[in-house]
């Protein structure tokens, strides 16, 4: 049995369940479900942390010492606050040539779940508008190592704001 990532929680879901079941379904059963959907939907939504993706990115690093994956990937090392969610932006676009140039089902798996933990957690900065960032193939291309250490930096402001 797969346990369900924190990413994986919608408070949509339960509250479309409460409107159906409250409209259509008025038997005791359909209570209780109604019941227990207004319940789960009144829920605080658990969102992805920044912290997970470090970890998975933690993990990639030590996956990738063992194979070799010969990609360049436009890396942000010198990017300024002003311009991190377009930054962040750009790196999960790189991850996806990861997953390309990689036939690793652990790295493959690590990556994918990063991009869903990541673009959970970016989500909640809306859509945030930045002017005066390097388009992502402006950046300078290098190797899988000092992308993903550009990336945990990248990530790190997010934990830390300053």
Same mark, same amino acid.
């Not at 993990?59 to 994956?69: G, R, T, W």
């Not at 002003?82 to 089902?105: N, P, W």
């Not at 005066?132 to 992308?147: A, S």
């Given at each position: 049995?797969?346990?369900?990532?924190?990413?994986?929680?919608?408070?949509?879901?339960?509250?479309?369940?409460?409107?159906?079941?409250?409209?259509?379904?008025?038997?005791?059963?359909?209570?209780?479900?109604?019941?227990?959907?207004?319940?789960?939907?009144?829920?605080?939504?658990?969102?992805?942390?920044?912290?997970?993706?470090?970890?998975?990115?933690?993990?990639? !690093?030590?996956? &990738?010492?063992?194979?070799?994956?010969?990609?360049?990937?436009?890396?942000?090392?010198?990017? =300024? /606050? *002003?311009?991190?969610?377009?930054?962040?932006?750009?790196?999960?676009?790189?991850?996806?040539?990861?997953?390309?140039?990689?036939?690793?089902?652990?790295?493959?798996?690590?990556?994918?779940?990063?991009?869903?933990?990541?673009?959970?957690?970016?989500?909640?900065?809306?859509?945030?508008?930045?002017?005066?960032?390097?388009?992502?193939?402006?950046?300078? !291309?290098?190797? &899988?190592?000092?992308?993903?250490?550009?990336?945990?930096?990248?990530?790190?402001?997010?934990? =830390? /704001? *300053?």
């Amino acid at each position: 049995m797969k346990i369900l990532k924190p990413y994986m929680r919608t408070t949509s879901i339960p509250c479309y369940l409460c409107f159906l079941l409250n409209s259509h379904f008025l038997t005791e059963a359909g209570i209780h479900i109604f019941i227990w959907g207004c319940l789960g939907a009144g829920l605080p939504k658990t969102e992805a942390n920044w912290n997970d993706v470090i970890k998975d990115l933690r993990k990639i !690093e030590v996956l &990738i010492q063992s194979i070799h994956i010969d990609a360049t990937l436009y890396t942000e090392s010198d990017f =300024h /606050p *002003s311009c991190k969610v377009t930054t962040m932006k750009c790196f999960l676009l790189e991850l996806r040539v990861i997953l390309h140039e990689s036939s690793d089902v652990y790295i493959n798996e690590t990556v994918r779940n990063m991009i869903i933990l990541a673009n959970s957690s970016l989500s909640s900065n809306g859509n945030i508008t930045e002017s005066g960032c390097k388009e992502c193939e402006e950046l300078e !291309e290098k190797n &899988i190592t000092e992308f993903i250490q550009s990336f945990v930096r990248i990530v790190q402001m997010f934990i =830390h /704001p *300053s």
